[in-house]
């Protein structure tokens, strides 16, 4: 007969998960059959993959983030050390599978769970800060600059055959209207197709 104390050593692990064993069946003829026995009943760890793999950008954010950009107090500095400590949460989830832990692969899938929410806040904070110090414009901003503009390049530019006409051609003025229109008309179409890129 083995004594549950020397399991606790042999195997490392506390008296309780012991006395669980011992609960579910476990005997203490022998460690020999103990250990069997522990095989032999031990949860089979899911099959499943992960449910995400390491992405291409992730790898390409830690090569590119140095030391210098993790250790800022601003939100850049934020979102790269969540980013890394996604990356170290994920390789966290490939070493449980590896070793076929399910006690550990729980874990880890729960820490990265957690990493990848910490990352998403992390590009919404940053987001926030370009957009609040104008590092970045939000595009229906842009919209209304840019269509704001055109109108009135657009309104200018419809003027300009009548305008032009009978200076640009004194004897005829029809004629050089017309020609201006054409190159007008080029123009609107190069403007229509640029507005057509912002929608």
Not at 112 to 120: L, S
Not at 169 to 183: F, L, V, Y
């Amino acid at each position: 007969m083995i004594r549950q104390k020397e399991l606790c050593e042999k195997w490392g692990l506390v008296k309780s998960e012991i006395s669980k064993l011992v609960k579910r069946g476990m005997p203490l003829t022998s460690v020999a059959d103990a250990e069997r026995w522990k095989i032999a009943n031990q949860k089979k760890p899911s099959r499943a993959r992960p449910i995400l793999s390491a992405s291409a950008n992730l790898s390409e954010t830690s090569e590119n983030s140095d030391a210098e950009s993790i250790k800022l107090e601003n939100p850049l500095g934020r979102l790269h050390r969540a980013r890394r400590a996604e990356v170290v949460a994920y390789s966290l989830v490939q070493r449980a599978t590896n070793e076929r832990n399910p006690v550990a692969m729980r874990a880890a899938i729960q820490g990265w769970g957690e990493a990848k929410k910490r990352v998403a806040e992390a590009e919404m904070e940053h987001a926030r800060w370009e957009e609040v110090n104008r590092v970045t414009i939000r595009m229906d901003e842009v919209r209304e600059v840019f269509g704001k503009w055109l109108g009135a390049i657009r309104s200018l530019m419809d003027a300009m055959p009548s305008s032009l006409a009978a200076r640009a051609n004194p004897s005829d003025p029809e004629c050089a209207k017309r020609a201006i229109q054409e190159g007008i008309d080029q123009i609107f179409v190069t403007i229509q197709k640029a507005e057509g890129a912002f929608k």
